[in-house]
């Protein structure tokens, strides 16, 4: 044989060597929800070994991670329903915690990119991504309040926008409310291809953010759907998005190498709290080696061709790897 490929595999100096994939700590994007109060480290009970966070912990917990090296983080607020009504207007009320918590974020961390969420489910009474009328979650009216919560959160100091509502033309309306305030330097993450997915689980137990009626079929995409997701991404490429987002990631590394290859912007990939929490209960169980399965899955989504990964999982694979 001419050819033996194990000639290349021998050694661990010849494996590094040719290896096609590395993933780095600058790949990684680490999802933080707070909550207001002080001394609060609540764990998220469906996804054991993450938390919600006062702003006073946060910090210190941020700290940590910077000194790792993990610079990326997208940050989620968890709401009291007090706060919540149906055209969420909290979210770009001065009163906000989670506007006054970027802004105190970026004062002690001037150097980390701070990412928000633009979406509705987190203050609607409604709990859906978009406003709600008779039953229904219209497009074009839930369009002006995410823009104003884009330049509320642009103006508190986060340096990319991240739209996870999927209304049609959102990252146009948002660009262009930036723009006019004055914000033409904020970036969008744009979640260009969110699936209805049934991973999202953990996430909503943390933020007490389901549904209070029906689902989000008619706003999220079919899982189902594959080309439909180059349809979002040249839709949000022409709006003026800045990154192209796919929501989950485990679940859909093809769509994650579809856009790769059809697109130049940069590729985001979200490791979702049910795949994370998926491999966590495995691990408890004994049936897989989590320092083992955890990088394994982090690079199968950096190889499918995503750029950074938001995942659960970031401080610890710093921990470890950085």
């Known amino acids: 044989m001419n050819q ?46 993450n938390y919600r966070w006062s ?43 989670y506007l006054k918590a970027a802004t105190a974020i970026k004062k002690r961390f001037p150097e980390c990119c701070l990412i928000s969420d633009v979406a ?8 859906h991504d978009g406003l709600v009328k ?4 219209v497009n074009d009216p839930t369009l002006p309040i995410l823009g104003k919560m884009a330049v509320a959160q642009a103006g508190a100091g986060f340096d990319l926008i991240g739209p996870s509502d999927m209304m049609d033309g959102r990252i146009g309306y948002i660009r262009q409310a930036l723009d006019k305030a004055g914000f033409t330097d904020t970036g969008i993450m744009s979640y260009c291809a969110k699936y209805a997915s ?22 999220q995409m079919d899982p189902a759907n594959k080309r439909e997701a180059l349809i979002e991404a040249t839709l949000d490429i022409s709006e003026g998005a800045d ?22 912007l940069p590729i985001a990939a979200y490791q979702v709290s049910g795949e994370c929490a998926m491999l966590i209960a495995a691990a408890q169980k004994g049936w897989l080696d989590f320092d083992q399965a ?27 790897y950085a």
């Open 243 to 264: 990154f192209l987002m796919v929501k989950p990631a485990i679940h859909y590394l093809d769509v994650i190498h579809l856009l790769r290859e059809n697109t130049e």
């Open 55 to 97: 702003l006073d912990l946060l910090l210190k917990e941020m700290e940590e991670c910077m000194e790792l090296g993990l610079r990326s983080f997208i940050l989620f607020p968890a709401v009291k329903e007090s706060l919540k009504d149906k055209k969420a207007t909290y979210s770009y009320s001065s009163k906000n915690f």
């Open 134 to 137: 008779k039953g229904i979650i």
């Open 198 to 219: 049934a991973f999202y689980g953990p996430f909503r137990d943390a933020l007490d953010s389901a549904p209070k009626a029906g689902d989000k079929k008619t706003y």
């Open 294 to 320: 955890m990088p394994e899955a982090l690079l199968s989504i950096r190889r499918a061709g995503a750029d950074v990964i938001l995942t659960y999982f970031a401080k610890k694979w710093a921990e470890k």
């Open 4 to 49: 033996r490929p194990r000639r290349n595999r021998r050694t661990s100096a010849l494996r590094n060597m040719v290896r096609e994939t590395h993933l780095t700590v600058d790949n990684l994007i680490y999802p933080l929800f707070l909550v207001d109060g002080k001394k609060i480290k609540e764990e998220v009970k469906s996804l054991p070994g």
């Open 120 to 127: 509705m489910d987190p203050y609607s009474s409604d709990g």
